[in-house]
C-alpha cells in the first residue's frame, strides 16, 4: 500500500491541526492511508522578520503573498519526495493544488479524478491573494464556493477530507462512497434513521421510521430508497 502524500504550504499552518488529528483522518493517518505535512511559509525566507507578503505593485489595498518563499517551499516539497520537481512533458502523480476564488468548482468528480494521485500540494493564499507568478508551477486552480475566505486553509481541509474518504481501505467498505450523495452526479443521498423507532418530540407529537425500512423486504426498501433520492 502506498501512503497518498498531502502538503499544505500555508501562512498558518497549524490553523486547521484540531480537524486533521479527528475521527476519519486521524485513524487514516494511523494507518498510513495518508500523510498530511503542514508547511510553514515563514521557514522559508531569509529575513530576520520572516516576512512572507508585501504591498501589490501598482497599489492597492491589502498585502499579497511574496513568490520566492512559496517557490521555496514547493521545491523543497518536490525535491524531498519520491516525485521530484516537474519536468515539461513528463507525466507525474504529484499535482500542485493553489486555492482561489478564481480556480474550477470544487465538486465530488474532482475528488475522485484527484485521488488518483499520489502526492497533492496545497498552496493557501491569505490577505490578498499570492503573487501570480507561481502559475509558472501550479497545476491545478480550485475555489470550493463562491464567497471569499480569510485563507486557502480550509479549502485544503475540504479537499483532504472528500479525497480521503476516497481512498481504498479508508472507510473500511468502499460501498460507502458509492451511495453518498454526490457519487453520482446530481444525485443527493436518500434519508437514513435508526433506533429508536419511534420518537416523542413532545407528549402529542411523535416521529416513526417508515414502515418500508421495518418491513425487511430488500427489493422494496431498495426501490423506496431510489425514489426518495433527491435529484
Request: with cysteine.
Amino acid at each position: 500500500m502506498k501512503t497518498k502524500e498531502f502538503h499544505i504550504i500555508s501562512a498558518f499552518p497549524k490553523i486547521l491541526d484540531s480537524y486533521y488529528n479527528e475521527s476519519i483522518l486521524k485513524r487514516a493517518q494511523k494507518d498510513k492511508y495518508i500523510k498530511i505535512v503542514n508547511h510553514n511559509l515563514r521557514d522559508f525566507t531569509n529575513d530576520k522578520r520572516k516576512t512572507i507578503d508585501d504591498t501589490p505593485y501598482g497599489g492597492g489595498v491589502g498585502m499579497v503573498l511574496m513568490i520566492e518563499p512559496i517557490y521555496k517551499a514547493w521545491k523543497s516539497i518536490k525535491q524531498s519526495s519520491s516525485f521530484g520537481l516537474r519536468m515539461p512533458g513528463k507525466k507525474t502523480k504529484s499535482l500542485t493544488i493553489l486555492l482561489t476564488p478564481v480556480g474550477k468548482a470544487f465538486k465530488q468528480q474532482v475528488a475522485r479524478d484527484l485521488s488518483d494521485y499520489d502526492q497533492l500540494i496545497f498552496i493557501c493564499g491569505h490577505y490578498e491573494g499570492v503573487d501570480a507568478r507561481v502559475n509558472n508551477f501550479v497545476d491545478l486552480k480550485l475555489s470550493i464556493g463562491d464567497y471569499v475566505l480569510t485563507g486557502g486553509e480550509l479549502g485544503a481541509a475540504v479537499i483532504i477530507d472528500a479525497v480521503t474518504r476516497l481512498v481504498h481501505g479508508v472507510l473500511g467498505n468502499d460501498q460507502s462512497t458509492e451511495d453518498e450523495s454526490h457519487s453520482k452526479e446530481g444525485v443527493l443521498e436518500y434519508p437514513q434513521y435508526t433506533k429508536p423507532e419511534t420518537f416523542k418530540a413532545r407528549l402529542t407529537k411523535k416521529w416513526s421510521v417508515p414502515d418500508i425500512l421495518l418491513s425487511g423486504h430488500h427489493a422494496k426498501i431498495n426501490d423506496w430508497r431510489e425514489n426518495n433520492r433527491e435529484k
